[in-house]
């Protein structure tokens, strides 16, 4: 079965800076990988989805990437802001309509 | 904008009782789910429904878990005798299944103790 790995559980970063945080993915290529938001007591928020046969998604401040070769997704937030710490939840579908988790990377910007 | 309401929003229940958990999905979202989150471990799926009948679960949706759309609004997800390791977040969510990669939308949660 699909395994989705979030290897960095806590990240602290400098306002302003580029966060980067990485999803790696075990056996098969998902078909799309999807990035969620958690806040403390509060439900997953999509944030983004990007499909096997993209490179990069963009969305504001956002970024996302999907390689294939190397079996991970790299997401950034850019100018980065106290209001961005969070958990960020990367998850497959693999196909199927059940979305499989990471344990997630909790990002905390420090002003 | 739409969003996925789930209550109660904390549940305390004895173990072996009964517990029936609430859920309005987006109301015109076709495919509904229902996840938990034990405190500190990573969101897992349990079951999808849609159609009126369940489409996957997970081994952890065992016999003691049902689901059920009781009318054109509600969903629910009944735990028929509650042990002490059913203690979590469920979260329940919904999406448009157009396909299967759309974003699923959660709701904030019901937190479920057993004592």
């Known amino acids: 079965s699909q395994k989705i790995e979030q290897n960095s559980e806590a990240l602290n970063i400098q306002e302003g800076k580029t966060a980067t945080l990485t999803c790696n993915y075990t056996n098969y290529s998902p078909a799309y990988l999807q990035w969620y938001r958690q806040d403390p007591g509060r439900g997953p928020v999509f944030l983004l989805l990007?499909?096997?046969?993209?490179k990069e998604k963009r969305k504001e401040r956002l970024k996302v990437t999907f390689d294939t070769t190397l079996k991970q997704s790299l997401f950034h937030i850019t100018a980065s802001q106290p209001a961005d710490s969070a958990t960020y939840l990367c998850?497959?579908?693999?196909?199927?309509?059940?979305?499989?988790f990471g344990k997630g990377t909790k990002l905390s910007v420090i002003p | 904008e739409p969003e996925v309401t789930q209550t109660p929003s904390h549940q305390v229940t004895q173990m072996g009782q009964e517990v029936i958990l609430r859920c309005v999905p987006i109301s015109n979202h076709l495919y509904f789910y229902w996840y938990r989150q034990i405190l500190g471990q990573k969101v897992e799926f349990l079951v999808s429904f849609y159609n009126n009948e369940i489409s996957e679960k997970s081994e952890i949706f065992d016999d003691q878990f049902s689901v059920e759309r009781p009318d054109g609004s509600n969903f629910t997800l009944k735990i028929r005798s509650t042990k002490l390791e059913d203690s979590a977040m469920y979260f329940c969510a919904s999406s448009d299944g157009v396909s299967s990669n759309q974003p699923q939308h959660f709701g904030d949660g019901t937190r479920l103790s057993i004592l």
């Open positions: 998850a497959s579908g693999a196909g199927s309509y059940q979305l499989t």
């Open positions: 990007i499909r096997e046969n993209e």
